[in-house]
């Protein structure tokens, strides 16, 4: 099984800039897809973005133009860039791998965008 740790998260400013990464135990480059998604208290999980095996990514509209996902197979990593953010991007993120038919999740990262 794939066994994903996220990081990268904290408080930060609204128009700050934060890094996330997602590590996974084993080789993420196998996967389908890879994919952040995001849940504040009370409120469903929403996707992301999205990067699939050729590097072809997808966005929220939301997060579109200050938001970038990346994949870095070497390290067994996936990125997101964020900058610009603002209030509403506090949430939980979660990586999400698909592998196959398989769906693997994370623990998540708390990141909080407050003055």
């Known amino acids: 099984q794939e066994h994903l740790v996220e990081s990268g998260g904290g408080l930060v400013q609204p128009g700050g800039s934060l890094s996330l990464s997602c590590v996974g135990s084993?080789?993420?480059?196998?996967?389908?897809?890879l994919a952040w998604y995001r849940q504040a208290p009370g409120q469903q999980r929403d996707f992301v973005a999205i990067?699939?095996?050729?590097?072809?990514?997808g966005y929220a509209e939301s997060v579109k133009g200050r938001f970038t996902i990346a994949r870095d197979n070497a390290k067994n990593t996936m990125t997101l860039q964020m900058s610009s953010l603002k209030p509403e991007d506090t949430a939980v993120y979660y990586c999400?791998?698909?592998?196959?038919?398989?769906?693997?999740w994370g623990q998540g990262t708390q990141v909080t965008v407050s003055s």
């Open positions: 990067i699939d095996s050729a590097g072809l990514t």
């Open positions: 999400n791998l698909l592998i196959g038919t398989r769906v693997y």
């Open positions: 084993r080789n993420i480059s196998s996967a389908s897809s």
